[in-house]
């Protein structure tokens, strides 16, 4: 396993969880990393991204405001950091390494992914 996502779990509305994504080989060091989610029936989407450095970041509009990603490369790791959470949110969690310097809303565009982590938020 190259990339590990972990930190979900259950929360309560208007909660916070903290998701991280451990890189074990280094797929990430010079690369984009994206997190992306899947709800139950429903497909993979977009959530957020940055870009090797840390310098670029983008966000789907439904967690904008809500959800910060961060990454700490001298760890090989990088971030979800989840405010006010949703029942919407509610989904399994994934972590990707881009092909590029810059993450994409393009799953097409990521190489290596983790296994997931599940976020479940009741209302």
């Known amino acids: 396993v190259q990339l590990q996502a972990s930190g979900g779990g259950f929360v309560q509305a208007g909660g916070s969880l903290r998701l991280s994504c451990a890189d074990s080989r280094r797929t990430f060091s010079n690369n984009g990393v994206g997190w992306f989610r899947q709800a139950p029936g429903k497909e993979r989407d977009f959530v957020a991204a940055?870009?090797?450095?840390?310098?670029?970041?983008i966000y789907a509009d439904s967690v904008k405001g809500r959800f910060t990603i961060s990454r700490d490369n001298a760890k090989n790791m990088v971030y979800l950091q989840m405010d006010s959470l949703k029942p919407e949110d509610t989904a399994i969690y994934y972590c990707?390494?881009?092909?590029?310097?810059?993450?994409?809303?393009?799953?097409?565009?990521?190489?290596?992914w983790g296994q997931g982590t599940q976020v479940t938020v009741s209302s």
């Open positions: 990707a390494s881009a092909r590029r310097a810059y993450g994409s809303r393009d799953q097409n565009e990521y190489v290596y």
């Open positions: 940055i870009s090797w450095r840390g310098g670029n970041t």
